[in-house]
């Protein structure tokens, strides 16, 4: 019987002796498990993956489309269904057709989301997908997900670890932890695996373990398998994650809430007018189809599904920004953003170590090119006004011995990788190994080029220490030993006692030492990084003993120093202007000193005055006003509890946060943001399912790329709102008041029942298909941003008002003018000639229309060419709210929006004016009743449009003039 995960999950496995682990977990340090025993564990365990927080199908697909007003539109629709079917009242085609509207919309808005989905699950962490193991005595590789409790893991530079487990042995093995504890330094592990006694010890101290998600930054080693999948360090935080959930988003929630209130409403009204109108006839005419017909049409059914279609739309626009989107309403707290939470290292930085100076006696270097790009020319700063480029490294001997010393003590590679995002492929320079030296490997090729430097062996390596903070190489040119050494300044300038000077090597003077500490802390004063390094020559090695170390380090000669930064990625500072621009703060929030992150942070205006503020995190709760706390611009040596604290500070004064990370200890707080921003290339499976949103490229460019798409798509509900309630309240309104109160004819009659599909499948569907597919405005970015409120604040109601009046007023103007023979029937709207058999109303068609006033009939056409002209123009007035029309004509046209109301139009003058059209379609039951217009009603009825159209623009202009903004 073999021992399960299960019963081995609460074991302290640091604190248990190294045979009692091979017993305990039946496995052979040298041989591992058998092929037999592997596939018995696995199929107990199951894979050695982080669970997923699924949601499952109905929740993800099916849960945002199932609004209030949808529900009890679908109520409504299943009343007039079962009076159609036993009633044999009400129009079956209608309702069928109704719904299929609903249904297309449904499945438009599933599809995006497959779409969306899919996209996250193309970006499943970069990992690698094998591990090497040893199984029967054997190196092999098996797919990490297959790596079971007992496996012996094999680990070398650059591994990621596949697996908690406890070190067999190792050589020079360090971790970069990062992702786990939050530290930045790798963390040295223990030579021999040796117990640990301490009864409770925490993870950054297991110095004998190993843990899923960290990596091997140097040395090598193997390890025995401990725990795998939901049961490592990471996979129990992602479990305590799973059970906490995550909030409703507010803008669905309001659209929720107000949907479930105005159809409440309407249905409320229509029952009441129902009694009214059954008890004004005596209890004899209860039109229970005809006025709940009326009612729906109230109900605006396309705003949940268009607003979801929106949202659905923003996600995939975003992955082409490179912004993969998880949660599909965050898409809306992303556009609403007030302030953004970013780590400095990898999102507003390289997180790619760059050596920026160098200095040597007498001279200053600048090295151009950033990150691990070896791209790049090095430049001598004795003249500011007139530099000089270093072409030939043999000029400037003490350059180029620093250079050697730096590529010689060293144990990290240059990689080049290529990754896809998105069908781009982005070439990533990556170090195997510490940054720091990679930094250094990376300014050799700068000055060095591919030069080899065959003649030196090398003899020997003393190892990084975090108590001596050196690190030496040994190596042999010739009959020579060379003993490269590089570290921290004040470490190694007093073990030096000479220095290379441009004359040859000097004494290394009280004066010459001042010299250079003067420029080491000038350079430290502006955030850099300073590393010095110096060498030794020896006749011969000193033999083997305790004190080898100290004679190879020792009376040494001083070279120089570099400044190493992690420098601001490309375009960082235009984006964080730009959200200054977009009233949106930016934070930085970072492990790093107060001097380094206040120099970075002033390279890319994220502090650009005095009056910004840098603390360091364990000051928060020292801080207690608001106003004290927006001054802060910069949170330094932060951690992941400090983070969460700055979070429910900005939250407290009611603002929208968004907050980057990309480590397992960033979760928490990630899960709590109103924008959770994971990384993609170095994020973490944890940090990625307790996010709303993954950047593939981990830039923050990408994250303003991000917010300026959620800002346009939260114009873009707000509106599809403004129409939809417009076009719907205000129709529905007159629609009742001529058909139920006053029982003229209207669009619900019998005989006009095809133009009511007619205006639902036309008018009510495609102009709103513009505003969801619309482009964004250039000056979306312009605007202050907006809180949940927003959505239907009290100036876009009015102004929603105002419009509905207007449209109102227009639509029984032109109504009334016409059935009451104010404004004439013409002889040329029914009387064609040689054309009668191909038009609706002549003598020759006469049975496709009998039993229709003709009054009646032109009242409808031209009722329903005003609802063109002016629905029509509201689509150009509404898209930019905040614009006179010919202004957002000019700026933020799209042959989109012109080609589709084109179509519209084209299509009705077509039914109208094609002999035949109309004529062969209610031949075949599906009679649109229209009447023939001449010229003068169209103008007729485009004057009155200009009632509503002039009107309101004028009302914005007033409104433009007192500084109120839609």
Same mark, same amino acid.
């Given at each position: ?679 993609? !290339?170095?994020?973490? *499976? #944890?940090?990625? &399912? ?8 981990? @830039?923050? =460019?990408? +994250? ?70 619309? !482009?964004?405005?250039? *000056? #979306?970015?312009? &605007? ?8 239907? @604040?009290? =100036?876009? +109601? ?169």
């Amino acid at each position: 019987m073999t021992v399960t995960e299960t019963e081995i999950r609460e074991e302290k496995y640091y604190a248990l002796e190294l045979e009692d682990i091979y017993q305990k977990l039946q496995s052979d340090p040298k041989r591992g498990l058998t092929k037999e025993q592997a596939e018995r564990k696995l199929l107990e365990d199951g894979p050695n993956e982080i669970p997923k927080v699924s949601k499952g199908f109905i929740k993800i697909y099916l849960a945002p489309l199932f609004n209030w007003l949808i529900v009890i539109y679908l109520i409504g629709a299943l009343i007039l269904f079962l009076a159609s079917i036993f009633g044999e009242e009400g129009n079956l085609t209608f309702i069928i057709l109704t719904l299929g509207i609903v249904g297309i919309n449904c499945m438009i808005a599933i599809f995006q989301q497959f779409r969306a989905t899919k996209k996250l699950k193309a970006l499943r962490e970069l990992s690698a997908p094998t591990t090497t193991v040893i199984r029967e005595g054997q190196k092999i590789d098996i797919p990490t997900k297959n790596v079971v409790v007992g496996d012996v893991l094999v680990l070398s530079q650059g591994d990621k670890i596949p697996a908690d487990g406890r070190i067999i042995k190792s050589a020079n093995l360090e971790l970069n932890e990062a992702s786990l504890t939050g530290e930045s330094e790798p963390v040295k592990k223990q030579e021999v695996g040796t117990a640990l006694k301490e009864k409770e010890v925490s993870i950054g101290d297991r110095k004998n373990m190993i843990f899923y998600g960290t990596y091997i930054t140097t040395g090598n080693g193997t390890a025995i398998t401990t725990s795998t999948g939901p049961n490592t360090e990471i996979g129990k935080i992602s479990q305590g994650l799973e059970e906490a959930g995550t909030s409703e988003i507010p803008i669905r929630k309001k659209m929720n809430n107000f949907g479930k209130w105005l159809g409440l409403a309407v249905f409320a009204f229509w029952f009441i007018i129902l009694i009214i109108i059954w008890t004004a006839s005596d209890f004899q005419n209860l039109e229970i189809v005809k006025s709940l017909n009326s009612a729906m049409d109230i109900m605006p059914i396309n705003i949940p599904l268009l607003t979801t279609i929106v949202l659905l739309t923003g996600v995939l626009a975003m992955a082409r920004h490179g912004v993969i989107i998880r949660n599909l309403a965050s898409v809306d707290s992303l556009g609403r953003v007030s302030v953004v939470c970013s780590d400095k290292t990898g999102t507003l930085t390289k997180n790619q170590m760059s050596v920026e100076y160098v200095w040597v006696d007498g001279q200053t270097f600048r090295v151009s090119g950033r990150g691990y790009d070896p791209e790049g020319d090095i430049f001598l700063m004795e003249d500011p006004k007139n530099v000089v480029i270093v072409s030939h490294i043999n000029d400037y001997s003490q350059l180029k011995q620093l250079l050697i010393s730096g590529f010689l003590n060293n144990n990290s590679a240059l990689v080049k990788n290529e990754i896809t995002v998105d069908g781009r492929i982005i070439f990533n320079w990556n170090v195997i190994g510490s940054p720091t030296e990679g930094a250094l490997m990376v300014l050799y090729q700068k000055g060095m080029g591919d030069y080899i430097l065959e003649d030196y062996k090398h003899v020997r390596e003393y190892p990084f220490d975090s108590t001596v903070k050196r690190m030496s190489k040994v190596y042999r040119k010739d009959s020579i030993f060379y003993s490269f050494t590089k570290g921290a300044s004040e470490i190694l300038i007093p073990l030096c006692t000479k220095i290379l000077t441009r004359e040859g090597i000097k004494e290394f003077t009280v004066e010459y030492k001042n010299k250079v500490e003067h420029n080491v802390n000038r350079f430290a004063e502006q955030g850099y990084r300073i590393l010095s390094l110096c060498y030794k020559e020896m006749q011969q090695m000193p033999p083997n003993s305790e004190n080898e170390r100290e004679i190879c380090e020792s009376e040494m000669i001083y070279i120089g120093f570099v400044t190493i930064l992690d420098p601001p990625r490309e375009g960082v500072r235009d984006s964080v202007e730009q959200c200054h621009k977009a009233g949106v703060d930016v934070i930085m929030i970072t492990g790093d000193s107060p001097t380094t992150a206040k120099a970075i942070a002033k390279q890319i205006s994220i502090i650009s005055n005095d009056d910004d503020a840098v603390i360091e995190g364990n000051e928060i709760k020292n801080i207690k006003t608001f106003y004290d706390f927006n001054k802060i611009k910069v949170f330094a040596r932060v951690s992941p509890q400090h983070k969460q604290e700055i979070i429910e500070k900005y939250q407290e004064e009611g603002r929208v946060v968004a907050m980057t990370g990309d480590g397992v200890n960033d979760a928490l707080a990630l899960n709590m943001a109103d924008a959770g921003i994971a990384m993609g !290339i170095q994020g973490t *499976d #944890v940090a990625k &399912e307790a996010s709303d949103m993954v950047i593939s490229d981990d @830039s923050f =460019n990408s +994250i303003v790329k991000g917010i300026h798409q959620g800002r346009g798509i939260f114009a873009k509900i707000r509106v599809v709102v403004f129409f939809y309630i417009c076009i719907n309240l205000f129709e529905g309104i007159v629609q009742f008041l001529l058909a139920v109160i006053f029982n003229l004819p209207y669009f619900l009659d019998p005989e006009f029942y095809w133009q009511w599909i007619f205006l639902s499948l036309t008018l009510h569907s495609l102009p709103g298909l513009v505003l969801t597919f619309d !482009i964004i405005s250039k *000056d #979306v970015m312009d &605007e202050r941003p907006r809180d949940s409120e927003e959505i239907l @604040s009290k =100036n876009t +109601i009015l102004l929603m008002l105002c419009f509905g009046g207007l449209l109102a007023l227009s639509m029984i103007i032109t109504y009334f003018i016409v059935i009451t023979g104010f404004y004439p029937l013409f002889p040329e709207n029914h009387n064609f000639g040689s054309f009668n058999d191909g038009y609706l109303y002549s003598w020759e068609t006469k049975e496709l229309t009998s039993g229709v006033n003709l009054h009646s009939a032109k009242a409808l056409t031209m009722l329903m060419v005003t609802l063109f002209f002016c629905e029509s123009f509201l689509i150009f007035q509404i898209r930019r709210p905040n614009k006179n029309l010919i202004k957002s004509f000019k700026e933020d046209s799209s042959k989109t929006m012109y080609i589709v109301i084109g179509l519209l139009f084209g299509l009705f003058l077509a039914l109208m004016y094609v002999p035949g059209v109309q004529v062969f379609l209610a031949l075949g039951g599906i009679n649109f009743m229209f009447m023939y217009l001449t010229a003068l009603d169209w103008l007729v009825c485009f004057l009155i449009s200009l009632i509503c159209i002039v009107s309101f623009e004028i009302i914005k202009y007033i409104g433009r003039k007192k500084g109120l903004v839609f």
